[in-house]
């Protein structure tokens, strides 16, 4: 097996992270971007692009495991979605650089093909599933990598999104409720399997002082002669003199 695929190898190169830039809100506002976009035209051409959703258990369905989370049905379901994937996405990219996309991409597809094999038959469209499988990685990775920021990204997480937890209920049947569980799962699932990469703030900068056989770093901090201790060169032994007089006595 190839190491990019081991959790903990590749991933963990001592290597400097490159800086933050427009990468960490690019794929978020690219992918909310796209669901605004097939909206727009579903609505707009009378496209029925639900019809392009995952419908369990049926091989005409299956292509749905793709689109599902660009297809939604109202403006309000997407809406709800969008703010979400927004926020989710760029604290994803942020604190976890390493498996962002990685955490995506897998969510996407294996929540989708859970639906395909679990769900009731219907029609199910929406990028819920991807949210709950964000909001699941984000809680349980911070739990297990046990560092201040990322368990407090946690708690943050669940303060602002604790409510999704109805939403893995049947209480509505218009809902889903198959994807969340699904997206969820996913979630927890990928932050066990990448529990051990490192996020942001641990991998550490290399460093090479010996690049060039430059050895300006060490004669600034141990002087030009630091080299002799390990040339095997004894400093001259000191003399001690000690100056003194009896005491006067009256």
């Given at each position: 097996m190839k190491s990019w695929l081991k959790p903990g190898t590749a991933?963990?190169?001592k290597e400097e992270v490159a800086p933050l830039g427009i990468e960490v809100v690019l794929f978020p506002f690219l992918l909310i971007l796209?669901?605004?976009?097939?909206?727009?035209a579903d609505f707009t051409f009378n496209l029925n692009l639900y019809q392009w959703?995952?419908?369990?258990?049926?091989?005409?369905?299956?292509?749905?495991?793709?689109?599902?989370p660009l297809i939604h049905g109202d403006l309000k379901h997407l809406v709800s979605n969008t703010i979400p994937i927004l926020l989710l996405g760029v604290a994803l990219y942020y604190f976890y650089p390493r498996q962002a996309s990685w955490v995506i991409?897998?969510?996407w597809l294996v929540s989708g093909l859970l639906v395909w094999f679990f769900a009731r038959e219907s029609y199910h469209v929406g990028a819920s599933g991807l949210v709950y499988a964000l909001v699941g990685f984000i809680f349980f990775s911070g739990i297990l990598q046990g560092k201040s920021n990322l368990l407090a990204l946690s708690l943050l997480v669940v303060f602002v999104y604790g409510g999704l937890f109805w939403g893995l209920l049947p209480v509505e049947e218009k809902v889903s409720h198959e994807a969340h569980i699904a997206g969820g799962a996913v979630g927890m699932a990928l932050a066990v399997l990448y529990r051990r990469v490192l996020p942001r703030q641990s991998v550490p900068k290399?460093?090479?002082?010996?690049?060039?056989?430059?050895?300006?770093?060490?004669?600034?901090?141990?002087g030009e002669d630091y080299w002799k201790e390990y040339a095997g060169e004894k400093e001259p032994a000191h003399n001690v003199i000690y100056h003194y007089k009896p005491k006067e006595t009256d």
């Open positions: 991933f963990n190169e796209l669901m605004w976009i097939s909206y727009w959703g995952i419908f369990p258990r049926e091989f005409s369905g299956l292509p749905g495991i793709v689109g599902t991409a897998i969510s290399a460093e090479d002082y010996w690049e060039d056989d430059d050895l300006s770093h060490e004669i600034a901090k141990y």
